[in-house]
C-alpha cells in the first residue's frame, strides 16, 4: 500500500518517542487498547501524529473510555476493527519499487538524539532468504542465526 512500518519503542521516554514520531513524520499510530495510557503519555510531544488506531478492544469495537486521552487538535482517535469492517474484503496492490521504504527503526539516543535507518523492499527480503542458504556459509541445523538486529 505504500505505508512505510515504524516500530515505536515504548521504553523510551515519552518525550523521545514524541521527537522520534515527529522525525519520521508519522501521521498514523496503531496502539494495542492495553498501551493506550503510554501513547497518551507521548501525544503531547509530537505534531505529526493525525490518527490513532485503538485494537485489541475488549469486547468488540467501541472505543475504551480511556482512548479520549489520545484525541487532540487535529487528530483522530478510531477503532481499528471499525475501520476494517467498513472497507471491501480485497485490496489492489500498488507495484511498488523494490528499493523503496518499507520499514523504519530509530536508535535508542544514547549519543544525542536517536538515529533511523530506512529498510528497502528488497533489503527485507534478502533477509528474510539467508537463512535458507546455510550451506553457502557452512551453517547447519544446529546453528543459530540473527540476521539484522
Not at 523521545?16 to 497518551?40: K, R, Y
Amino acid at each position: 500500500m505504500g505505508a512505510v512500518l515504524h516500530t515505536l519503542n515504548i521504553r523510551l521516554a515519552p518525550a523521545q518517542v514524541g521527537w522520534i514520531a515527529d522525525h519520521a513524520e508519522d501521521s498514523v499510530v496503531m496502539v494495542d487498547a492495553s498501551l493506550v495510557p503510554l501513547l497518551a503519555q507521548v501525544l503531547p510531544h509530537t505534531e505529526t501524529i493525525r490518527h490513532v488506531l485503538v485494537t485489541g478492544i475488549e469486547g468488540g469495537s467501541a472505543l475504551p473510555p480511556e482512548a479520549a486521552a489520545l484525541a487532540g487538535p487535529g487528530r483522530e482517535v478510531h477503532s481499528y476493527e471499525d475501520l476494517l469492517a467498513a472497507e471491501p474484503d480485497s485490496y489492489d496492490w500498488p507495484a511498488l519499487d523494490e528499493l523503496s521504504a518499507a520499514s523504519m527503526c530509530y536508535t535508542s539516543g544514547t549519543t544525542g538524539n536517536p538515529k533511523g535507518v530506512v529498510y528497502s523492499h528488497r533489503s527485507l527480503y534478502l533477509h528474510a532468504l539467508a537463512p535458507s542458504f546455510g550451506n553457502a556459509f557452512a551453517l547447519s541445523e544446529h546453528d543459530r542465526v540473527l540476521p539484522v538486529v
